[in-house]
């Protein structure tokens, strides 16, 4: 027996619905589904990496939506490839297996755009599901992997797009009766994607929260919001002599908690929207960020530090973001003093941001000029 035996066959896999007709059409809609998922996706790192990429400070509500539409689009994705893999599956399998230069090409470019896109879809989603199986650094890795499955999907349909035109308006290959239909199948690949699509976006959308049956966000916490990472968790504790440090121009000013209350406080109805995609909105009531600063108009960037020694403990925020009105220094939620798990006695929350940014348990200002 030669190895390429106990490689499955063509012939094994006789599912007449198959072939280009349908696959175009799933193709088409998983595209689609792609693209969007990786433009959302692009403005997510940007807003990551403040100052990569010049984005708007407003609407306060962007992140919450674009995050919202990449997880979605994400999970509709799942569905519709897998129908979009049964399609096609006999090609996998034809002979020569390997060939020539060209077949090679086309078959080892197939194979990184399945790849890459399978394991965006499996990273994402476990990340979204907080299970951390994978043993690497979530952000960086399905970035990098996200420019290699589009650059594979703009590959594969600047070479088949002809085909698929074609094979739109081609007309339905005609089955036995009793057979299922070509067009049954998409119809249950489209049907698959939206009942994904909305039985996951009760976290996004609180309309779709009674249909929102698989909704993830993280673990409800105090004041009735989800808290990402617990003060026990980033081992934070309550520091009676807390005091905020701000750093500007080698010289360092401190504030207790109670200076903080005496000046001027500004409430902000803004969302903690996460990277996983829930988002969830609080009237926020702090003091402003600029207003801690000299001259904000001639800060460069700010970095924010907090008691947490974890990853999102460190925050910056450029010079728009810091003149924003609602940018705040929160001390308070709906009114409450915050909670512990929130980031008592003071954190950052400001529009238009993904909630990683947020940072809580707020220790220090350095300012950059
Ligand atoms: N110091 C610190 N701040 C943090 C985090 C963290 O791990 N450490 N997690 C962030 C993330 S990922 C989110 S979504 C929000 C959640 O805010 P909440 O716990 O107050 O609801 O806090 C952000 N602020
Ligand atoms: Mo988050």
Redesign the pocket.
Known sequence: MKPADLVPRPEWYPGRARGGWLSARVGTALGIAFATCFVTGLISHFHQHPGLFPLPDGPVWGYAVSQGIHVTTGIASIPLLAVKLWSVAPRFWQRPLVGGVLRMLERGSVLVLVASAVFELVTGLLNVAEWYAFGFYFPPVHYAVAWLAIGAIAVHVAVQLPKVRELWTAPEPAVATGDLRRRDVFRLAGLGAVIAAVTTAGDKLPALRPVGVLSQR?AM?PQG??????AV??G?VADPDWQLRVRDRGRERTRTLADLQAMPQHAALLP?????G?N?WATWEGVRLSELVDDPGGVAELTVR???P????V?TVTRQTLNHPDTLLALRIDGEQLAL???FPA??IAPNR?????????TTIEVRR
């Open positions: 993280s916490g919001l989800p808290v990402n990472r617990s968790a980033a934070v903690i929207a996460c990277v996983e829930w969830v907090s008691a947490d974890g990853g999102y403990g925050s798990d929130h980031g954190r950052l993904p909630g990683a940014l947020q940072t809580k348990w707020v």
